[in-house]
């Protein structure tokens, strides 16, 4: 029974090993023209809340940690990331029409409020990244004011 156990404890050994030969692409893209740090005027403490809490899985720029290069811990990440860009790319934030922005916008405040973003799983293990209800607020009226600047634009 004991060689069992340690036969088995070896092929999981060695597949961990192996599995860390097979990592996703990182997700580390210059910060470009279109970016919404660029495009817009963010005040500072947005612009930290979209940093804690967003740009690591809605961005072409991702800060990784340690274990995120650990297999099948990078995959998670990556997941997170492909689905995080699929749903909303700041980096990509010049391109949308001013329409989309202002759905985009209301968007943020709706998930931020219900407490859907940022996801469970990043807040557990970013602690910087889980909004009190003062950044909530502050992230809503910055997401308003944006809205109602682009719809002066629009009506211009």
Partial sequence: MRKLFRIIFF???LAFVVIQFFQPEKNRGEV?????LKKEKVP???KTILQNAC???HSNQTNYLWYHKIAPVSWMVNKHIVD???ELNFSEWGKLD????IGTLEKICRDVKRKKMPIKAYTTM????KLSDEQVD???GWTEKLSLELMSAVEN
């Fill in 126 to 129: 970013h602690k910087k990244a």
């Fill in 98 to 101: 001013i329409y989309d922005k």
């Fill in 32 to 36: 470009s023209a279109n970016h919404i």
């Fill in 84 to 86: 995080g860009k699929d």
């Fill in 11 to 13: 092929v999981l050994l």
């Fill in 44 to 46: 500072e403490n947005i």
């Fill in 138 to 140: 502050s992230l809503c």
């Fill in 55 to 57: 740009l690591d899985c």
